[in-house]
């Protein structure tokens, strides 16, 4: 049997979602019942997971029926072909008064901080002039642009608390076992996905005040150690890690291996 | 013991007023997770008092609900209409984000770029159109994602939705 009715009406569905039209358009009890009809003689897994598919849609379209219906019984709801009307005859004027009639700007200021400067000094100390970097570098990431805070990904239910600071424990441990390392040999792994989880750990142990930083910026060199170790300067820097470099440092330790 | 407990009330309002007013992260504002962590576990009650000190200066501490509680954003908002001019932007660009954000609320908050673009296009030259949708999704009063345009923070947190409505249908 051929899906393309049931094609139409997936279709029709992600129409409806994608261009807000009235979810009611959709017959619910018609698409039901094709489905019914294709159910019976589906039987590989391509054909199932068109049956999913179909199913996840129009539970969408229930979903928005339900919003629909919400938003016409509340205070907000006004016939969308009146409200076009109107802004069809209005005059520019009476638009941006209406705006300006209902409009109550946030309040918010940016400042500059002693302690920003001072973090954005050490930025510009840290990075490399524009024609050492690898084409490949990524922008510079500020702090407010940033993908995820921790909070967020518990938030998100992908990270628990308990998990994450049962990770941020056995880094610890496993960095005071070490002592003073090069910052790199200890976070790069075999795997890449794991060496970045572990700079990820690494840079909440140096925020956290649990682990320091050497940095000689004449050699080259980052070494970490356990804060407990000794205290020194406080200040932000950024570390860049790509996949290149850790591949030079995966070769570096191969080679290592064949001369012992 | 009072005068103590009275200083420590204070210095949780002041910490509260400086979070809110100045600019933290890209959007203005902060989360209740934040102000929690910083103000404390009473942060709603260090809001309330806040709020009536803004009051007198025709403010106010705006929640916009982002569905748990600690995950609201909390942002201070201009409490009274305007009555001077207080925007740099042109009458027609006013007029524009006027009518698509009408436009937008009619069709339940969600629409196709397109139709935006072929609605304002009957009153304003195509590349204005363009150059203002853009403008509008980069100041936050307007969000997209994959063509179709939404409410943005802004809008939820600056414009009194119902008030706009109910204007441009009574002009």
């Known amino acids: 049997m051929r899906p393309e009715k049931l094609l139409r009406q997936i279709n029709f569905c992600k129409t409806i979602q994608k261009e807000s039209t009235n979810p009611f358009d959709l017959n619910v009890k018609k698409f039901i019942e094709t489905l019914n009809q294709y159910l019976k003689t589906w039987k590989s897994r391509d054909e199932l997971l068109l049956d999913a598919d179909a199913i996840s849609e129009l539970t969408k379209i229930i979903e928005l029926q339900a919003k629909w219906i919400q938003d016409r019984s509340s205070s907000f709801y006004i016939d969308p072909v009146l409200i076009e009307l109107k802004l069809k005859l209005l005059e520019p004027e009476q638009l941006a008064d209406a705006f300006f009639q209902s409009w109550h700007p946030v309040i918010a200021l940016d400042r500059l901080t002693p302690k920003r400067l001072k973090q954005g000094l050490d930025y510009w100390n840290a990075l490399l002039p524009f024609n050492e970097r690898d084409d490949d570098f990524p922008a510079a990431l500020t702090a407010e642009e940033s993908a995820f805070e921790i909070q967020d990904l518990i938030d998100m239910s992908i990270l628990s608390r308990a998990e994450f600071d049962n990770a941020l424990k056995a880094i610890l441990k496993e960095l005071e076992a070490l002592g003073r390392t090069e910052y790199h040999d200890f976070i790069y792994s075999t795997e890449f996905e794991e060496s970045i989880r572990r700079a990820y750990l690494t840079s909440y142990l140096v925020s956290e005040a649990k682990a320091g930083l050497d940095i000689d910026p004449l050699e080259d060199t980052v070494f970490i150690y356990p804060s407990g170790a000794r205290a020194g300067e406080v200040r932000s820097i950024a570390i860049g890690i790509s996949h290149e470099d850790w591949l030079g440092w995966k070769r570096s330790q191969k080679r290592e291996q064949n001369g012992k | ?171």
Request: proline share 1%; charged share 35%.
């Open chain 2, 1 to 171: 013991m009072e005068e103590e407990s009275k200083a420590r009330a204070e210095r949780k309002v002041k910490r509260a007023a400086q979070l809110l007013f100045f600019r933290q992260h890209r959007i203005p504002g902060v989360k209740g997770w934040e102000l929690k962590k910083t103000v404390g576990d009473d942060y709603i009650d260090v809001i309330e008092v806040l709020n009536s000190s803004l009051e007198k200066l025709g403010m106010e501490v705006k929640r916009l609900t982002e569905g748990k509680e600690r995950s609201d954003r909390y942002i201070i908002v201009l409490k009274d209409n305007l009555t001077e001019k207080a925007s740099g932007a042109r009458i027609d660009e006013i007029a524009m984000l006027s009518a698509t954000l009408a436009y937008i609320i009619t069709k339940q908050g969600k629409v196709s770029r397109k139709s935006v673009e072929e609605f304002l296009c009957a009153k304003f030259p195509k590349h204005r159109v363009l150059f203002a949708l853009d403008r509008y999704i980069k100041q936050g009063y307007l969000g997209e994602e994959d063509k179709v345009l939404f409410i943005g923070w802004r809008t939820r947190a600056e414009v009194d939705r119902k008030t706009l409505l109910d204007l441009i249908l009574s002009a």
